[in-house]
């Protein structure tokens, strides 16, 4: 793949990021994050909707350590499809230090399934986002979650939040927990304490779902950026965040979402994207809870 390939306009991921003010915790785990290929190695799906620059798991990996990161959540990318072959090389180059979501099909054998499993994937991603899927997967995703419910897995969703009074019953019925991603990507020039996001947190308060508090630079439409040694980044993506940690302190994650697919606007420096997480969850104890005690409950339950 050459650049000529590429999206056009795409952004590429921030190149060196600030080393973060804030010190995360000990044993901080960052539960979004993707690789993307390299190409030459791992090529993108046939029927992808974009196609990314290169995002290497060692590139992950040296981001993690350099914002102080102990492991990672990698989820599969769109642009893979369900070939999930870079995710599980990217798994087994971490040396236990990464767990994985991957792309199945309904189809899946249990073999490969098992496969998955020892290689560190612990759920499945469903994407309900309409502009990146060409049908809303409900069907497989009740075949697949059946098929994943043994191994103890669970469900990644990701969807808009003007889309969740039509799926929150189905989403309901599932037999597994569900993992929402970026929060259910509120309208945030709406009220934080107005209806829509409140149906938003009673989904939550009436299922067994967790929360990703991610991707604040996806979401935000007055920012800040977290560009330039900006600090006090996405005021406007703050008082959603902040009222999902403090109602579901152990039901909430934290991910960078590196190498950032599809953003538009602007590509965020990931060191202050770090520095962004105290204004969410004020408090060490909160703190704690989002970065280290759930994601590790959730994805490494025998060290939790």
């Known amino acids: 793949m050459t650049d000529k390939d590429v999206t056009p306009g795409w952004l590429h991921w921030y190149q060196g990021p600030t080393r973060p003010t804030f010190t995360l915790p000990d044993g901080a785990v960052d539960a979004h994050c993707h690789v993307f290929g390299p190409a030459d190695q791992f090529p993108f799906a046939p029927e992808r909707k974009y196609t990314p620059v290169d995002a ?5 990996f040296d981001l993690r350590d350099h914002l102080g990161v102990d492991r990672n959540v990698i989820v599969q ?5 369900a ?18 979501v991957a792309t199945v099909r309904a189809d899946i054998t249990d073999e490969e399934l098992r496969r998955l499993h020892d290689a560190g994937v612990r759920g499945v991603r469903f994407n309900f986002v309409r502009r990146l899927v060409d049908a ?8 697949i979650a059946a098929r994943i419910a043994p191994l103890g897995w669970h469900v990644v969703v990701y969807f808009e939040a003007a889309d969740l009074p039509d799926l929150k019953d189905f989403f309901a019925t599932l037999p597994v927990p569900l993992v929402v991603d ?3 990507r509120p309208d945030v020039t709406k009220d934080p304490d107005g209806p829509e996001f409140a149906e938003f947190l009673d989904f939550v308060a009436a299922n067994d779902v967790w929360v990703k508090v991610s991707c604040p630079e996806r979401l935000t439409v007055t ?7 900006e600090r006090h980044a996405y005021t406007d993506v703050v008082p959603f965040a902040r009222r999902v940690v403090e109602r579901f302190p152990d039901r909430v994650l934290w991910g960078t979402d590196w190498p950032h697919p599809n953003l538009k606007d602007h590509m965020p420096d990931d060191g202050l994207l770090v520095d962004h997480i105290p204004h969410v969850a004020p408090t060490p104890e909160l703190r704690q809870a989002l970065l280290v005690d759930n994601p590790r409950r959730l994805y490494w339950p025998t060290e939790a």
């Open 182 to 184: 970026h929060m259910g």
């Open 136 to 143: 809303v997967p409900t069907a497989a995703l009740e075949t």
């Open 83 to 100: 070939d999930n072959s870079a995710l599980v090389d990217a798994l087994e180059r971490s040396e236990g230090r990464a767990r994985g």
């Open 223 to 229: 920012g800040p950026a977290a560009l330039d040694g």
């Open 77 to 81: 990318a769109t642009c893979h499809g």
């Open 56 to 60: 290497s798991a060692q590139q992950l």
